[in-house]
């Protein structure tokens, strides 16, 4: 039934069954009432024409009940042995009538069903009833409440503000409630032959300028509701920069400028670029954090993190960010909750990228804060990785699996060549997905309602989603475990927590704490044998190719030209190798 005629059709038929089945069966013609109750179910299961065949049925049926109730005297139900005696005298006449309405339904009911009437119990009756009823109002629901627009989040990071950018006129087309950067909105440092140098003030400034008034992004801007955003280390004017970058006060002046901030934000007074904004939709409040993971960051040592190997401060955020965050965690009552970062929260297999995992501490009390005041329905998005994935990580203590989109390489990414040597070093431990490696953004579709869904989707230059990924909202709140938890586990489990709570309340401005380190190290999956193997085989093999590279011309003229000085062919070997190292990088940033 998938018209409101046919639900209401139906629905009438059906108040005409049970206003004829409680005549009939309170006034003593039960097996009538069954076999009443037979037709109907029966040819529940025809098609729509039998409908009306039931109708004469039931009108019928009713008939005959109007009739023998008016010849029922008032209190007959108290009335005594002798009283109901006498009304069952009926006339001659009134008998004849009376079989002649019997024949009547007898012969319609034949022409319904063909099977014989089974004798089904009352509460059978009264609970098929109910079921068709219910159906029949759930059918007739109104379809806006079925077909709600869920709330679209649209986020991108990594972006050449001197380098063509096809992607905001597909954005433009499917433009959403809110665009997000997600740091790298320009490149404003200077980068030789892979080596990066800070940006000047003046550079810091004119990057913003150029962007700001590109056509495509101002056209883009111009169509969607609103545009907030948190920094990375390219914007922010360092690589890999962290709280020594000396400028980082005037970036943020700038960035704000860039984003035309409102003169009464916080983030104009503060020492960073964290806040949160919630939005009011249709199927429920959405409420977007976006963490600062530049102003206050630690020194790192990535090359030696994705090994366990840690040293130093594990602060990430700095300590009035961390107070920011609890207390948006402890007072928001939002139905989804959005954390918003520059680099990735989840990812752990990246020597060449930053991501919390090369703190520790931080990435761990961050996720216990979550566990620490009961969050659920929460999602993460990241960039500069300059491809898009989808990573998961579980935890026990949690009772939910955690989500980080990342979208990112808006004007550059691992295409080409590069694919290979993201394939050959990243093993992916936690990913849900196959990456993207091709330009892209982001696409967050969001039906915050108690039975909606999270969709994942990662857009590229044809217009094509290339990551689609849906998750319902309950499978990111507590599920108990199957079965019985054994003595053990619950013990695991208790221990698990403790620790939990005690890295929520942990101080990460020194080294790792040890309940942080227990805590992380029970959550799924984790760094394994095999994806050690992979990293090291992988940039064992890229190492070898930039050794070829960068020896293998002295080598060569060595061997061509013995006699020559050795001063003069290392002369010759380095302007070689830098012509060398030039062109791959050349390669390495074409389109």
Not at 155 to 175: H, M, P, T
Not at 349 to 367: M, R, T, V, W
Request: with cysteine; net charge positive; hydrophobic share 40%.
């Amino acid at each position: 039934h998938t018209h409101t005629q046919s639900h209401t059709h139906t629905l009438t038929i059906m108040c005409k069954f049970f206003f004829s089945f409680h005549s009939l069966w309170w006034n003593g013609n039960k097996s009538e009432a069954i076999s009443m109750h037979h037709v109907v179910r029966t040819a529940s299961r025809k098609p729509h024409s039998s409908l009306e065949k039931i109708g004469n049925v039931l009108e019928a049926t009713t008939a005959l009940a109007k009739h023998r109730k008016q010849n029922v005297k008032p209190g007959a139900e108290k009335a005594d042995e002798k009283t109901h005696k006498q009304q069952n005298q009926q006339p001659e006449h009134e008998a004849q009538r009376v079989a002649r309405h019997r024949n009547t339904v007898k012969q319609q009911k034949q022409e319904v069903f063909l099977s014989p009437a089974p004798k089904p119990a009352m509460k059978l009756c009264a609970f098929f009833l109910l079921c068709v009823l219910a159906a029949t109002a759930r059918s007739s629901e109104p379809s806006s409440a079925k077909s709600a627009t869920p709330f679209k989040i649209q986020f991108g990071s990594c972006n050449k503000q001197f380098l063509e950018n096809s992607l905001w006129a597909i954005a433009k087309e499917r433009v959403g409630a809110v665009w997000v950067w997600l740091g790298d909105v320009v490149y404003a440092d200077y980068a030789f032959l892979g080596i990066h140098f800070p940006a000047s003030p003046e550079a810091v400034e004119e990057a913003y300028a150029m962007q700001k008034t590109n056509a495509s992004y101002v056209d883009y801007i111009r169509t969607v509701p609103t545009v907030m955003g948190v920094w990375d280390d390219h914007d922010y004017g360092k690589n890999d920069g962290g709280k020594e970058y000396k400028h980082k006060r005037f970036s943020q002046q700038k960035f704000l400028e860039f984003l035309d901030e409102p003169s009464d934000s916080p983030r104009w007074n503060q020492a960073g670029l964290w806040y949160n904004k919630v939005f009011q939709h249709e199927t429920g409040k959405i409420n977007i954090v976006l963490l600062d993971n530049r102003y206050h960051r630690s020194t790192i040592r990535r090359w030696l993190s994705v090994f366990g190997i840690y040293h130093g401060s594990q602060d990430m955020l700095g300590p009035d960010q961390w107070e920011f965050l609890e207390s948006v965690l402890r007072d928001d009552n939002s139905d989804v909750t959005v954390l918003g970062s520059g680099i990735q929260f989840l990812s752990n297999d990246k020597l060449i990228a930053e991501g919390y995992f090369n703190l520790p501490g931080s990435q761990a009390k961050l996720l216990a804060l979550l566990g620490k005041y009961n969050k659920t329905n929460v999602i993460m998005i990241s960039g500069d990785v300059h491809l898009s994935e989808l990573t998961h990580m579980h935890c026990p203590s949690l009772g939910f699996p955690l989500y980080d989109f990342t979208s990112s390489g808006m004007t550059h990414a691992w295409d080409g060549i590069r694919g290979w040597m993201v394939r050959g070093t990243v093993p992916g431990t936690r990913r849900v997905l196959p990456p993207y490696l091709e330009f892209n953004y982001g696409e967050i579709l969001i039906d915050a309602r108690p039975h909606g869904n999270i969709t994942f989707l990662t857009l590229g230059t044809d217009g094509q989603a290339h990551i689609n990924h849906t998750v319902p909202l309950t499978a990111l709140q507590p599920r108990p475990p199957p079965g019985t938890p054994t003595p053990e586990q619950t013990e695991f489990l208790r221990r698990v927590r403790l620790d939990m709570l005690e890295c929520a309340a942990a101080d990460v401005s020194g080294e790792l704490p040890p309940a942080c380190a227990r805590f992380l190290g029970s959550c799924q999956p984790r760094f394994a044998l095999a994806d050690y193997r992979h990293v090291i085989v992988g940039h064992g093999i890229a190492l070898s190719i930039f050794v070829v590279c960068l020896f293998g011309p002295y080598v060569l003229l060595r061997w061509l030209l013995p006699t020559y000085p050795k001063r003069y062919l290392m002369a010759v070997n380095v302007l070689v190798a830098a012509i060398i190292m030039r062109a791959f990088q050349y390669l390495l940033a074409r389109r």
